[in-house]
C-alpha cells in the first residue's frame, strides 16, 4: 500500500518527464499545485493580519505624529476612542465589527478560491 502511494505521487513527475515538458512546464503543472494550499493559507493569515495591524504602528506613533494618527489602523481607532476618548461602548463596537469584517473578509477569499479550484 505505501508502494502505490509513491508511485501515485510520482506519476505527474514520470508524466512530465515522458513527454518531454520543459522545466517551467513541470513547475506550472506539477510544482505549483502542490503549493497552492500553502499559499491559500499564507493570504488567509496576511487579510487577518493586516486588518489587525496595532502594535507596529503604536510604537511608532511618537516618531511620526504627523503620518500615524489616531486613526491610522481600525485597532488605534479603537484604542484612541477607549483609552483617551473614554468612549468603552463605541470601542468595544468597533472591535466587534472589525472581528466580523475579518471573518467576512476571510470566508470570501475562501469561497472565491475553493469554487475557482473546483471548477
Known amino acids: 500500500m505505501v508502494h502505490d502511494g ?8 514520470d508524466g512530465q518527464l515522458l513527454i518531454g515538458a520543459g522545466a517551467f512546464a513541470h513547475a506550472i503543472y506539477v510544482k505549483l ?3 497552492v494550499p500553502t499559499i491559500l493559507v499564507t493570504v488567509i493569515f496576511s487579510i487577518i493580519g493586516s486588518l489587525q495591524l496595532f502594535s507596529e ?4 506613533i511618537n516618531i511620526a ?4 494618527n489616531s486613526s491610522f489602523t481600525p485597532n488605534i481607532y479603537a484604542y484612541t476612542q477607549s483609552f483617551i476618548g473614554q468612549q468603552y461602548n463605541y470601542a468595544a463596537a ?3 465589527l472589525l472581528g466580523a469584517v475579518t471573518a467576512v473578509i476571510s470566508y470570501v477569499f475562501m469561497l472565491a478560491t475553493s469554487r475557482r479550484s473546483a471548477t
Open 33 to 35: 499545485p502542490l503549493i
Open 57 to 60: 504602528p503604536y510604537l511608532l
Open 65 to 68: 505624529r504627523t503620518v500615524i
Open 6 to 13: 509513491l508511485e501515485v505521487a510520482r506519476l505527474p513527475v
Open 94 to 96: 468597533i472591535s466587534f
